[in-house]
């Protein structure tokens, strides 16, 4: 074996540098233990050369041990980068269906506003209802103030937000709404004294006005 091969050896067995192999195969007579005992002696390696061993059997047991010991490693480092891409990929999913869903309500339904006697007389797609609130919010909010107590009336219309349920709640918020501008229109109105008595527990209380209106056929 010559000197060449002799540093190649004791670099693989030891983990030190070239430099440093050399030197200690040169301080050591190119003796391949008694160099691995000088570099361990001058603080070179750090309890590597009790794993060290001239015998060919050994070395290739060493050798299969590091090998395997690499693979494991590189297991455990893809482990970890499969476990994080899957919670990635999942906190994507749950974005992308969210993501999706808001599109499918903004795309699909509309705000409908009717007459008292239940007639469509406008129909607003969502989307382009956010946009003028994004973009005019008060114009747009004293607009719809406007048309309410001129006598108009909203419902929601589409496969998402037209349920029986959601135009309920909204029919309560406009009758809450159009109690409060009876009063301060007629203080001393019949009507508006039975809602003050009904704030107090009073049996006169005013019947929920509910607008039936003509459903628009549902858009494909």
């Known amino acids: 074996m010559d000197r060449f091969e002799l540093v190649e050896k004791l670099v693989k067995s030891t983990g030190v540098s ?9 301080a050591s007579g190119w003796d391949v233990l008694d160099a691995a005992v000088w570099l361990e002696k001058n603080g070179k390696v750090e309890g590597k050369t009790s794993h060290f061993t001239t015998n ?9 041990q590091q090998e ?8 455990r480092k893809e482990a970890a980068r499969n476990a994080a891409s899957s919670q990635n990929n999942n906190g994507r999913s749950v974005f992308h269906t ?8 903004i795309m699909d339904n509309e705000l409908v506003i009717c007459k ?5 007389f406008l129909e607003i797609p969502i989307w382009l209802f956010i946009i003028l609130l994004i973009v005019a919010f008060w114009p747009t909010a004293i607009v719809l103030v406007l048309v309410f107590i001129i006598g108009f009336r909203f419902r929601l219309h589409g496969p998402d937000l037209g349920s029986q349920r959601v135009n ?16 301060v229109k007629n203080p001393n109105s019949s009507q508006n004294k039975g809602y003050y008595d009904a704030t107090r ?10 607008i039936d209106y003509n ?3 549902r858009k494909e």
């Open 68 to 75: 395997e010991e690499r693979r494991r490693e590189e297991r």
């Open 215 to 217: 459903e628009p056929p």
């Open 116 to 120: 008292r006697s239940g007639e469509v």
């Open 201 to 210: 527990g009073s049996s006169q209380t005013r019947d929920d006005d509910v």
């Open 98 to 105: 969210v993501l999706r869903k808001a599109k499918q309500i």
């Open 168 to 183: 309920d709640i909204l029919n309560r918020a406009e009758n809450a709404a159009g109690d409060f501008i009876d009063r």
């Open 56 to 64: 060919p059997e050994q070395q290739e047991e060493q050798r299969k």
């Open 18 to 26: 070239y430099a440093d192999a050399k030197t200690a195969l040169e």
